[in-house]
């Protein structure tokens, strides 16, 4: 079986490629084996990983976690000798799950709200990219209530209804200039929703090797009416009119999942995600202002995303009754194209390590916590809109904590 | 395994605390390459001097292409770089013009008349005295630099501040940059050999040699003079060629079609604008005619003369001469220019010398789409095109930053040194009326 997988990990197409603004941090177990975890029921995350193992888990559950992310980025401009980094700022992707069902029934319920999307990028009012993008704070909520059933002993589906609240905030300076030489500055700021849903299936072999496919759907999130704020001299306030909106659209993509778990031992189990991001539906980012002028015309700005895809691969060691060690690696290929990096996600393929552990104290209560490393790959890049010519080069640190209370 | 699993978790701490802060490689600032930039000089005219806003003043001095490039080769090996600065009493310097108002889409340009540096009735400016490295004189020729008269060192105020008084009147420009024991020059001159031609609507008044055309061969000559007083110490440096001088905003602001849509604003019958061209014969205006920039604020458009006959719509009152770059004269300049430049690129190839090519990259900017650079789209519109000045002749600090980078990737390109880029966001376009 070890040599199966193996091999299906050098045979793997490169189908799956994927992050651009996904956030891999859904529950700290899963998030200790670096993300993967599909094919195990684990515990209630599997709300999100996978909602056809919800129904396989023994116990009745609630759990919180948070796993603050400081997002390093640095940008070195072609031909410069200056580096410029982004502000130290911490990110809170959080999760919630819950997951009931009548004791030795066939069926169990579960709510998850957790942040699958999100960025927090401030790289100051004054670095060098200011004109293509000074922050961005991009988060997306998704609520998803779920029901998982067990179709024989071994076989699992489920499904959730998911509903976002998405919050972005985008700023960028304006190359217009004051009397006193500072430039303008545009505020993009607004919320909005989108729906889809989360679907899996969950399968445990007689030799006790489980599999599992889940697809995530793609959640359209609609932002209309936003307040479009622009600080320029007087001069010019005419062309840039105060109290304008926009609307936008930010596509967030599916993700389909291939997830298999392998028993190495009574306390040991390995696990292998593979994921296919179908980062493909953004293919531009777009600005409808209310109120348009010569100045500010409607803008599309093309993304021209393919998909990303992660590969992942975990352990999860039952050290003690009580105590839980676990590790993973885990590799993913960017959904940004050459000539699309922007400051907003600096995106190239990344290196993901983890590791993570969890303690037990009483048969109510657990404890896990995670940490989380990505080492995003330098990428010298010119963007074809804004001429932006440089070298990105991130590294994503982000430690994890929840508390479980089951019953 | 539990081992293992411990020491990979350590492990990842350990990676956390020793790498927390991305690193990026960095090739550039470190080496002057065959070049040797501690004594770096800047020869040149307006452009090279700093003059914006049809001045010359301390804000503008500040950001001539050549202090920046200045201040990037001092990472690897350069020395100071002095340039004759007006003081911060005296910082508006000869004065200038600043956007006071802009009321739809019209601008209001008004002097600025504090803080002069003007020493006398004459407009005489304050003198500066000491070492320059900078030499950027505005209104500097390649002829006039070899004035044999020396009376253009006394007449060019510019260069007349530079002088002491034993001296003006007795030197010419040729003289004055010799003898300054430099390891690294700049040579950006000759736009004003055409554009002191053009500026003038291609009329050239005999008693002012700033509105003549430099011959051609007499061009390449005295060119070839310059590059072999520069180098005559073997000593390395670059040259730019001359932009296009119908292509800067002063010419293309101010077109036929603005002219008749503001006639017919005021009497939808007017069919035509009439124009007086080089050979004085009057004809309508075409696009390819060219109308300088000072005619918007001069207010004679559309004024009726004694018969009553509007100013430039009837062909017995047309746009004057001097007012118009007419299609033939914008044909000649185009080819003095070119030739110019086939001259400079030649003398300093056989000079191994390197070339930025100003004359390509503001052909780039002036294009419809401009250029796109650090999220900035640089054109060659007036005010809205970041890149030229109030005169719509001279570059605003962005202007100057993005040449100053056109003259660093061309030297090292040449000399396999890695001068840094400047950060081009830092440096301002026009100033908007608050």
């Given at each position: 079986?070890?040599?199966?997988?193996?091999s299906?990990?050098?045979?793997?197409?490169?189908?799956?490629?994927?992050?651009?603004?996904?956030?891999?941090?859904?529950?700290q177990?899963?998030?200790?084996?670096?993300?993967?975890?599909?094919?195990?029921?684990?515990?209630?995350?599997?709300?999100?990983?996978?909602?056809?193992?919800?129904?396989?888990l023994?116990?009745?559950?609630?759990?919180?976690?948070?796993?603050?992310?400081?997002?390093?980025?640095?940008?070195?401009?072609?031909?410069s000798?200056?580096?410029?980094?982004?502000?130290?700022?911490?990110?809170?992707?959080?999760?919630?799950?819950?997951?009931?069902?009548?004791?030795?029934?066939?069926?169990k319920?579960?709510?998850?709200?957790?942040?699958?999307?999100?960025?927090?990028?401030?790289?100051?009012?004054?670095?060098?990219?200011?004109?293509?993008?000074?922050?961005?704070?991009?988060?997306?909520?998704?609520?998803?209530?779920?029901?998982?059933?067990?179709?024989?002993?071994?076989?699992?589906?489920?499904?959730?209804?998911?509903?976002?609240?998405?919050?972005?905030?985008?700023?960028?300076?304006?190359?217009?200039?004051f009397?006193?030489?500072?430039?303008?500055?545009?505020?993009?700021?607004?919320?909005?929703?989108?729906?889809?849903?989360?679907?899996?299936?969950?399968?445990?072999?007689?030799?006790?090797?489980?599999?599992?496919?889940?697809?995530?759907?793609?959640?359209?999130?609609?932002?209309?009416?936003?307040?479009?704020?622009?600080?320029?001299?007087?001069s010019?306030?005419?062309?840039?009119?105060?109290?304008?909106?926009?609307?936008?659209?930010?596509?967030?993509?599916?993700?389909?999942?291939?997830g298999?778990?392998?028993?190495?031992?009574?306390?040991?189990?390995?696990?292998?995600?593979?994921?296919?991001?179908?980062?493909?539906?953004?293919?531009?980012?777009?600005?409808?202002?209310?109120?348009?002028?010569?100045?500010?015309?409607?803008?599309?700005?093309?993304?021209?995303?393919r998909?990303?895809?992660s590969?992942?691969?975990?352990?999860?060691?039952?050290?003690?009754?009580?105590?839980?060690?676990?590790?993973?690696?885990g590799?993913?290929?960017?959904?940004?194209?050459?000539?699309?990096?922007?400051?907003?996600?600096?995106?190239?393929?990344?290196?993901?390590?983890?590791?993570?552990?969890?303690?037990?104290?009483?048969?109510h209560?657990?404890?896990?916590?995670?940490?989380?490393?990505?080492?995003?790959?330098?990428?010298?890049?010119k963007?074809?809109?804004?001429?932006l010519?440089?070298?990105?080069?991130?590294?994503?640190?982000?430690?994890?904590?929840?508390?479980?209370?089951?019953? | 395994?539990?081992?293992y699993?411990?020491?990979?978790?350590?492990?990842?701490i350990?990676?956390?605390a020793?790498?927390?802060?991305?690193?990026?490689?960095?090739?550039?600032?470190?080496?002057?390459?065959?070049a040797?930039?501690?004594?770096?000089?800047?020869?040149?005219?307006?452009?090279?001097?700093?003059?914006?806003?049809?001045?010359?003043?301390?804000?503008?001095?500040?950001?001539?292409?050549?202090?920046?490039?200045a201040?990037?080769m001092?990472?690897?090996?350069?020395?100071?770089?002095?340039?004759?600065?007006?003081?911060?009493?005296?910082?508006?310097?000869?004065?200038?013009i600043?956007?006071?108002?802009?009321?739809?889409?019209?601008?209001?340009?008004?002097?600025?008349?504090?803080?002069?540096?003007?020493?006398?009735?004459?407009?005489?400016?304050?003198?500066?005295?000491?070492?320059?490295?900078?030499?950027?004189?505005?209104?500097?020729?390649?002829?006039?630099?070899?004035?044999?008269?020396?009376?253009?060192?006394?007449?060019?105020?510019?260069?007349?501040?530079?002088?002491?008084?034993?001296?003006?009147?007795?030197?010419?420009?040729?003289?004055?940059?010799?003898?300054?024991?430099?390891?690294?020059f700049?040579?950006?001159?000759?736009n004003?050999?055409?554009?002191?031609y053009?500026l003038?609507?291609?009329?050239?008044?005999s008693?002012?040699?700033?509105?003549?055309?430099?011959?051609?061969?007499?061009?390449?000559?005295?060119?070839?003079?310059?590059?072999?007083?520069?180098?005559?110490?073997?000593?390395?440096g670059?040259?730019?060629?001359?932009?296009?001088?119908?292509?800067?905003?002063?010419?293309?602001?101010?077109?036929?079609?603005?002219?008749?849509?503001?006639?017919?604003?005021?009497?939808?019958a007017?069919?035509?604008i009439?124009?007086?061209?080089?050979?004085?014969?009057?004809?309508?205006?075409?696009a390819?005619?060219?109308?300088?920039?000072?005619?918007?604020?001069?207010?004679?458009f559309?004024?009726?003369?004694?018969?009553?006959?509007?100013?430039?719509?009837?062909?017995?009152?047309?746009?004057?001469?001097?007012?118009?770059?007419?299609?033939?004269?914008?044909?000649?300049?185009?080819?003095?220019?070119?030739?110019?430049?086939?001259?400079?690129?030649?003398?300093?190839?056989?000079?191994?010398?390197?070339?930025a090519?100003?004359?390509?990259?503001?052909?780039?900017?002036?294009?419809?789409?401009?250029?796109?650079?650090?999220?900035?789209?640089?054109?060659?519109?007036?005010?809205?095109?970041?890149?030229?000045?109030?005169?719509?002749?001279h570059?605003?600090?962005r202007?100057?930053?993005?040449?100053?980078?056109?003259?660093?990737d061309?030297?090292n390109?040449?000399?396999?040194?890695?001068?840094?880029?400047?950060?081009?966001?830092?440096?301002?376009?026009?100033?908007?009326?608050?």
């Amino acid at each position: 079986m070890k040599k199966f997988l193996l091999s299906a990990l050098l045979s793997a197409p490169l189908w799956v490629l994927g992050q651009g603004f996904q956030v891999n941090l859904q529950g700290q177990k899963q998030i200790g084996m670096a993300g993967a975890g599909s094919a195990l029921a684990l515990d209630e995350a599997s709300v999100f990983y996978n909602p056809g193992a919800v129904t396989f888990l023994e116990k009745n559950s609630v759990s919180a976690g948070v796993n603050p992310l400081l997002f390093k980025s640095a940008f070195k401009q072609t031909g410069s000798n200056v580096t410029e980094d982004v502000k130290n700022k911490i990110a809170p992707p959080f999760e919630f799950y819950a997951v009931w069902g009548p004791k030795s029934n066939k069926w169990k319920l579960g709510l998850g709200v957790y942040t699958p999307f999100g960025g927090l990028v401030d790289w100051g009012d004054n670095w060098s990219g200011k004109y293509a993008l000074t922050s961005l704070n991009l988060k997306a909520i998704y609520f998803q209530p779920t029901l998982s059933i067990k179709i024989t002993d071994r076989i699992g589906i489920g499904a959730g209804f998911v509903y976002n609240h998405g919050d972005v905030n985008l700023q960028r300076a304006i190359p217009v200039n004051f009397p006193d030489g500072r430039s303008g500055k545009a505020t993009l700021d607004g919320t909005g929703t989108g729906y889809g849903w989360n679907a899996g299936l969950y399968i445990k072999t007689l030799s006790n090797i489980s599999f599992a496919l889940v697809h995530k759907s793609k959640v359209i999130t609609k932002l209309d009416g936003g307040s479009a704020e622009f600080e320029v001299p007087k001069s010019l306030e005419g062309s840039f009119p105060a109290g304008n909106t926009f609307n936008a659209e930010l596509p967030l993509p599916a993700t389909t999942s291939l997830g298999i778990g392998i028993p190495l031992s009574k306390s040991t189990v390995l696990a292998f995600d593979a994921s296919w991001v179908q980062w493909h539906i953004y293919q531009d980012l777009s600005f409808d202002y209310a109120t348009n002028t010569p100045a500010l015309v409607d803008t599309k700005s093309a993304r021209n995303y393919r998909d990303g895809s992660s590969f992942k691969l975990g352990i999860n060691h039952q050290a003690s009754e009580k105590l839980a060690l676990r590790a993973g690696i885990g590799y993913a290929f960017s959904p940004v194209q050459d000539g699309y990096v922007t400051p907003e996600a600096p995106d190239a393929d990344r290196y993901i390590l983890s590791a993570g552990l969890g303690y037990t104290p009483t048969r109510h209560f657990e404890v896990n916590a995670s940490f989380f490393f990505e080492d995003v790959k330098s990428r010298k890049q010119k963007n074809i809109e804004t001429g932006l010519d440089g070298t990105f080069k991130t590294l994503v640190y982000a430690p994890g904590i929840s508390l479980t209370y089951k019953w | 395994m539990k081992r293992y699993i411990l020491n990979s978790f350590v492990a990842a701490i350990i990676l956390f605390a020793a790498a927390c802060k991305p690193e990026i490689e960095t090739p550039a600032g470190t080496t002057a390459g065959q070049a040797n930039f501690s004594k770096y000089i800047a020869v040149g005219n307006s452009l090279t001097s700093g003059y914006a806003d049809g001045g010359l003043y301390l804000e503008g001095q500040k950001v001539a292409y050549p202090n920046l490039i200045a201040a990037k080769m001092a990472t690897v090996g350069g020395g100071a770089f002095t340039s004759p600065f007006f003081s911060e009493e005296h910082s508006n310097g000869s004065g200038y013009i600043s956007l006071t108002a802009l009321v739809n889409g019209t601008p209001t340009l008004t002097p600025v008349v504090d803080k002069l540096a003007i020493r006398d009735a004459a407009k005489h400016l304050d003198k500066y005295n000491g070492e320059i490295q900078n030499l950027g004189i505005p209104g500097m020729r390649v002829d006039l630099a070899f004035d044999p008269t020396f009376t253009f060192s006394a007449a060019n105020p510019y260069f007349e501040r530079l002088l002491p008084d034993a001296q003006v009147g007795k030197t010419n420009y040729f003289q004055f940059i010799q003898g300054r024991n430099h390891t690294f020059f700049s040579l950006w001159l000759g736009n004003n050999d055409v554009l002191g031609y053009a500026l003038n609507g291609a009329v050239t008044v005999s008693t002012d040699p700033t509105t003549t055309l430099t011959d051609k061969v007499t061009f390449s000559s005295l060119y070839a003079n310059f590059l072999n007083a520069l180098t005559a110490g073997g000593q390395k440096g670059i040259v730019g060629t001359i932009p296009d001088v119908t292509a800067v905003p002063y010419f293309n602001t101010v077109t036929v079609a603005a002219l008749l849509n503001a006639a017919k604003a005021i009497n939808p019958a007017a069919a035509a604008i009439y124009i007086q061209t080089g050979t004085g014969s009057v004809r309508p205006a075409t696009a390819e005619d060219l109308i300088r920039l000072p005619f918007q604020s001069e207010g004679i458009f559309g004024k009726p003369n004694g018969s009553g006959i509007p100013y430039g719509l009837h062909p017995l009152n047309p746009i004057e001469n001097k007012w118009v770059l007419d299609k033939d004269e914008v044909i000649k300049v185009k080819d003095y220019v070119n030739s110019y430049n086939s001259s400079i690129k030649s003398l300093a190839t056989s000079k191994g010398l390197a070339i930025a090519d100003t004359y390509a990259y503001f052909n780039q900017v002036a294009s419809t789409d401009g250029v796109n650079v650090q999220g900035i789209t640089l054109k060659a519109a007036f005010i809205s095109g970041g890149a030229f000045s109030l005169d719509g002749v001279h570059l605003t600090p962005r202007g100057n930053a993005v040449i100053a980078n056109v003259f660093i990737d061309a030297i090292n390109a040449k000399y396999g040194s890695t001068v840094p880029n400047i950060d081009i966001t830092q440096y301002r376009g026009v100033k908007f009326p608050n």
